[in-house]
């Protein structure tokens, strides 16, 4: 799968063949369990990311949140 259209993480992995989804999970528990405070995790870009949330943040160089 090059590109989901999914918009949670949940339905992403439900997307995945029983295969994938073992070893994509268990890559996840890797990161979660690594992952430092302030970060979150979402879907971007068709696949699941880990980002700042702009809103921890004052106003960005291009003035928004």
């Given at each position: 799968?090059?590109k989901?259209?999914?918009?949670?993480?949940?339905?992403?992995?439900?997307?995945?063949?029983?295969?994938?989804?073992?070893?994509?999970?268990?890559?996840?528990?890797?990161?979660?369990k690594?992952?430092?405070?302030?970060?979150e995790?979402?879907?971007?870009?068709?696949?699941?990311?880990?980002v700042?949330?702009?809103?921890?943040?004052p106003?960005?160089?291009?003035?928004?949140?």
């Amino acid at each position: 799968m090059a590109k989901s259209e999914a918009t949670t993480v949940e339905d992403y992995l439900t997307e995945l063949t029983s295969e994938r989804r073992e070893t994509v999970g268990a890559v996840r528990a890797v990161i979660l369990k690594h992952l430092p405070e302030g970060f979150e995790e979402v879907m971007d870009f068709g696949m699941i990311s880990y980002v700042i949330p702009l809103s921890t943040y004052p106003t960005t160089y291009n003035s928004t949140h």
